[in-house]
């Protein structure tokens, strides 16, 4: 089959490439036919992301019809709802067993037992304890396979994917993968309240579903942060006010916006790569190029000290290493509360389904590309250089 392989430092090629097979019985393979490239593939091809290997197979937002399926899904003796041959499903991308301690407690991306042994003890050295199995996002979070690709094996099939309406196309529901489910549990852990202000920085697709679903949680005002004008103007059409921050100091005019309290809820919807020319920003990207630091939390920094007093700082941006510099004596004095985390897709999958059914949301809106497989390269590219137009790249295998 044809898929999209990590070589290296923005190196992405479409290779041919083994078909996968079936290895447990609640495996399922699915036949891909729509994927997406996202943010958070960025750090994989920026290779800011540890544990990469040449070879990877890229890909975590995917859907596509059922062709294969291990004997738990034949012989009824699976551990949650069996697939069939034939059915059309989107896939979580993080990857869940559905019965240990986390699983049990709704906190799918927290799994115990989809991140495979071997790989545990890289994340554990890194992060104190394992997260769950992730498709396509390097061997910190499995190994697994990504769905940029023709065909996908599917662990855990009986408790992952969820079959989709046929009335619905493919790009209505594509998003219920990550980005969705990400932008909504980012709002939905700022606990917002009637009358909130919210600001949020980044205007990406992980941006987007936040705002649109800030306001579906109850916002009165939501504050898009961005320096891309395209990104800004589709804020803007979902109610948002917009800061351009190269434009305006970020800081001063949170404060002249909210009459000198700060937004109640800040959302960090940018992570790692944080842009931009202030200081601290371009010493990050300097420790970063001579490897003396991992992360750019820029973002993370402003957000703590734009925050009014008893907050909540809501992280769904992705970060990978060590931050320098944080703020904290600011976030301890100001006793602003976080909440972060990979997203529990698993638990708000028929959720969004209902609203995108409802007409609530329109998830296409945020597509600004698509095409065939074979574009990988070029579209990884241009994503990452040319952010204005290529806002959102979905692929047809």
């Keep these: 089959m044809r898929a999209a392989v990590w070589h290296g430092k923005q190196d992405v090629r479409v290779d041919n490439v083994p078909d996968p097979q079936i290895i447990n019985p609640r495996d399922a393979i699915i036949k891909i036919t729509s994927t997406a490239i996202c943010g958070s593939d960025l750090h994989l091809y920026d290779n800011v992301i540890p544990t990469m290997q040449k070879g990877d197979i890229l890909g975590h937002e995917f859907m596509g019809e059922v062709v294969d399926v291990g004997s738990a899904h034949r012989n009824g003796d699976s551990f949650g709802t069996p697939l069939k041959v034939g059915q059309r499903v989107v896939v979580p991308f993080t990857i869940a067993c559905g019965h240990c301690f986390f699983c049990e407690k709704d906190l799918w991306s927290c799994c115990d037992n989809s991140n495979p042994a071997d790989n545990q003890d890289i994340s554990e050295t890194l992060m104190g304890h394992s997260p769950s199995g992730l498709f396509g996002y390097s061997h910190m979070t499995g190994g ?138 371009l010493i990050d990207k300097a420790k970063q190029l001579t490897m003396l630091g991992t992360d750019r939390p820029h973002v993370l920094r402003e957000a703590i000290l734009a925050c009014r007093k008893a907050g909540t700082v809501s992280i769904p941006g992705v970060y990978g290493g060590f931050l320098d510099k944080i703020p904290f004596g600011a976030a301890m004095n100001k006793g602003l509360s976080f909440k972060t985390g990979q997203t529990h897709v698993h638990r708000y999958l028929k959720p969004l389904l209902k609203r995108i059914e409802n007409g609530e949301i329109d998830p296409r809106v945020i597509i600004s590309h698509t095409l065939p497989l074979s574009d990988a390269p070029m579209a990884y590219k241009n994503f990452k250089d040319n952010q204005d137009e290529f806002r959102k790249v979905v692929l047809k295998p």
């Design 144 to 281: 697994y396979a990504g769905g940029q690709a023709e065909y996908v094996r599917v662990p855990y099939a009986d408790t992952g994917p969820m079959v989709v309406p046929d009335h619905l196309e493919d790009e209505q529901v594509l998003f219920l993968t990550d980005i969705f489910p990400t932008g909504y549990m980012a709002a939905e852990q700022c606990d917002i309240e009637p009358g909130d202000t919210v600001a949020i920085w980044g205007a990406g697709p992980v941006g987007q579903f936040a705002i649109r679903s800030a306001f579906m949680l109850g916002a009165e005002r939501v504050i898009a942060i961005d320096h891309r004008e395209a990104r800004l103007a589709l804020a803007q059409d979902a109610g948002a006010e917009c800061l351009n921050f190269e434009i305006v100091h970020i800081l001063d005019a949170l404060n002249e916006m909210t009459g000198g309290r700060g937004p109640d809820r800040c959302i960090d919807a940018v992570g790692m790569e944080a842009h931009g020319l202030s200081i601290d920003n």
